[in-house]
């Protein structure tokens, strides 16, 4: 049996790496939900090679993702 607080429950796509995407995710659970209780930033890439075979855009990109992205997650969530 599903509890109540799981009836509830949605699943907002975003970019974490992209600036807004994680702010109108957050929007939307505010309208339809009211304050977020958990929020899980699960995204995270790698990538491989040597490091000076890689080019700053990959770092860059990494980072975006991996730091940044839980960043904004928190920061659109913290007053929660």
Do not use: M
Not at 7 to 18: K, P, Q, S, T, Y
């Amino acid at each position: 049996r599903r509890s109540a607080a799981l009836r509830h429950w949605r699943r907002h796509e975003a970019d974490v790496a992209r600036d807004g995407d994680i702010e109108r995710a957050v929007d939307l659970a505010h309208a339809k939900l009211g304050p977020i209780d958990l929020v899980i930033a699960n995204a995270g890439i790698s990538i491989g090679g040597q490091l000076a075979r890689l080019s700053v855009a990959d770092h860059r990109r990494q980072l975006e993702t991996n730091y940044f992205g839980v960043l904004r997650t928190f920061i659109a969530t913290r007053d929660d």
